[in-house]
């Protein structure tokens, strides 16, 4: 009988392996970019043609190599950055498979030239489709230029998968844009075209310095600052702040250990920690430093090295929530003095006369209990005005001049127009008082004098018959009864007067996404969300010019006042720019500046 086993022939494998390494031009890009930085440069330019399809070529002036590593380096699982099956955890360097060379040189119309310092010449190494063309003595500078022509030109469906060069075109871009976020102090040239158009960043002396060059100054000004350490882990970067969000997640980029990584994990951990400060279907911008001991990372788990596996997930997932939740909580961020807004009524500057908010001529209508919080105590008390103003908060300078639709608080400050959303407002407010309640308690835990029983669907049931003892470390007792169904037996004390049947059914749908004390504490906060909104003052309430005083004063001095718990904005902000551009006062050529 005819064998149906075969051995395929080196060059075939070796096209259909290329399919697990380079995808498309940025792959190649990003192989011979981290090559270049692994090689020590401190100048690398990378020029490309039709998208990458037609050209890419990179530049450095990296140690380069001798001819004996210059041919070596095309043999499939020759590397220079490991020795032993030790060095796999404790990898510091970009690349370390030894496939990225041989791979693309398969695929595509490739020339190698270096030189290594010390020598007197140059190599130069043609390879056509994986096939060794020639080697040749050459004279150039120190370091490395690889040039990749007709990309897939003999494979046509793979490069049938290839989108328009304008769209590869943009996956080179962000390949370069990691390499230069990942190592500031090396200078970057990226070239695209016939032409040679492109962009250039220095080198610079900090990672601050690198994202001012390529994303501009008032975006990095716009973030805010993150600085992490504990266990062992240590994160820097930068946010968004609360309420600013995009559509995609194109504005997010992980390092670890200075490598360009893509995480499920990390961009999940994000997501919750923006959980209450950003609106659903949005995604904060992240550019995140995490530095960890090699060893608790797994950098083998991706064929292009894309991605990588923390050993101790829960531990970095726990630890990333935190440090989002801390970034985002350390105060307002506003343009405005904080956190209290001092009067309605003001002085016109020279003039002395007063002007009056324009409330309801016919009083402000009392909400009755608005500001209650039962977990608090005594409820803020409300007090009505005799009259359309309200008595003068101490503070700084802002003052309220209206309320639009009986929904939105107008002030006045010191960089223009300020509009408050007096619901959400109200709702961060009762949020991060009952939060700070159910904190105080701790998760203490509270036996139930008679078991709830609930039941759950089988894959919900599996999933938290799995978290049991983490949950009971929590303080949640439960027992497996089967059939899906769990006795409540004991509940943190905090819980002991919510709908337990409601809590354990959101429980179970977030722990198959997330893992013990992360899931329970999500499900916490989504119930005090929930609560709170039922109880803040709605968008038609009308509030006393003194609880609206009041509402301003503790919105900024809560610990996030920038969204609700919701996700949605509390507050936005009109500058006196923006308006002058709006009405063209702009200093223009005709335009009325002196009035």
């Known amino acids: 009988m005819a064998r149906k086993i075969r051995v395929l022939p080196e060059a075939l494998a070796s096209q259909i392996a290329a399919g697990e390494v380079v995808e498309r031009p940025a792959s190649v890009a990003k192989e011979l970019l981290e090559n270049a930085l692994d090689a020590g440069a401190t100048e690398i330019d990378l020029l490309t043609q039709g998208g990458g399809a037609a050209l890419i070529q990179v530049s450095d002036n990296g140690c380069g190599m001798g001819r004996e590593d210059a041919l070596l380096c095309l043999e499939r699982y020759a590397t220079s950055k490991l020795e032993s099956f030790e060095d796999l955890s404790r990898l510091r360097s970009y690349g370390f498979r030894g496939e990225a060379i041989p791979t693309i040189a398969s695929v595509s119309s490739f020339l190698l030239q270096t030189r290594e310092e010390g020598e007197s010449v140059g190599t130069e190494v043609a390879v056509e489709a994986g096939k060794l063309i020639s080697v040749r003595e050459i004279g150039r500078d120190r370091g490395t230029t690889i040039r990749v022509r007709s990309l897939f030109a003999r494979l046509p469906a793979r490069r049938s998968f290839l989108r328009s060069p304008l769209r590869e075109q943009a996956h080179l871009q962000r390949q370069v844009v990691l390499a230069a976020i990942a190592q500031p102090s090396t200078a970057f040239r990226f070239r695209h075209g016939t032409r040679g158009e492109g962009t250039a960043w220095p080198a610079t002396a900090s990672r601050e310095d690198r994202l001012a060059a390529i994303f501009g100054a008032d975006w990095v000004e716009s973030l805010l600052p993150l600085q992490w350490s504990r266990a062992g882990l240590s994160l820097r970067g930068f946010l968004s702040r609360p309420g600013v969000g995009r559509p995609s997640r194109e504005e997010q980029f992980f390092f670890v250990n200075r490598r360009p990584v893509e995480s499920r994990m990390i961009a999940a951990a994000l997501q919750e920690g923006y959980r209450h400060s950003l609106l659903r279907g949005l995604y904060p911008t992240v550019v995140l430093w995490l530095e960890i001991d090699p060893a608790r990372i797994d950098p083998n788990v991706h064929p292009a090295k894309r991605e990588i596996r923390f050993r101790e997930e829960r531990e970095v ?279």
Not at 397 to 426: N, P
Not at 452 to 470: G, H, I
Not at 476 to 485: D, K, Q, R, S
């Open 317 to 595: 997932w726990s630890l990333l929530v935190e440090a989002v939740g801390q970034s985002l909580g350390r105060g307002p961020a506003v343009s405005f003095p904080a956190p209290a807004f001092p009067c309605v009524v003001a002085e016109h500057a020279g003039d002395g006369h007063r002007s009056e908010s324009p409330m309801s001529a016919s009083g402000p209508q009392r909400v009755e209990a608005a500001f209650a919080l039962a977990v608090q105590g005594e409820p803020i008390p409300l007090v009505e005005a005799d009259s359309g103003k309200p008595a003068e908060l101490p503070g700084m300078g802002g003052r309220l001049i209206g309320v639009l639709g009986s929904l939105y608080l107008l002030v006045e400050t010191g960089g223009g127009l300020v509009l408050v959303d007096q619901h959400a407002a109200h709702e961060r407010i009762l949020f991060e008082r009952l939060l700070s309640s159910w904190e105080s308690q701790g998760s203490g835990r509270q036996p139930l004098l008679q078991p709830v029983v609930v039941t759950l669907p089988a894959r919900a049931a599996a999933v938290l018959a799995e978290e049991l003892p983490a949950l009971c470390r929590l303080g949640l007792e439960l027992g497996e009864l089967g059939g899906g169904a769990f006795a409540v037996e004991a509940v943190p004390a905090r819980l002991a007067s919510l709908d337990l049947v409601s809590f354990l059914e959101r429980l179970a749908a977030d722990l198959t996404e997330r893992k013990g004390s992360c899931a329970i504490g999500r499900a916490e906060a989504e119930m005090l969300a929930g609560i709170v909104c039922r109880r803040a003052v709605k968008a038609h309430d009308h509030l006393s010019p003194e609880e609206v005083g009041r509402l301003l004063e503790d919105l900024f001095a809560c610990r996030n006042p920038d969204t609700c718990p919701h996700g949605r904005p509390t507050w936005i902000e009109c500058s006196f720019g923006e308006l002058q551009r709006r009405f063209g006062r702009t200093g223009s050529p005709g335009g009325c500046d002196f009035l």
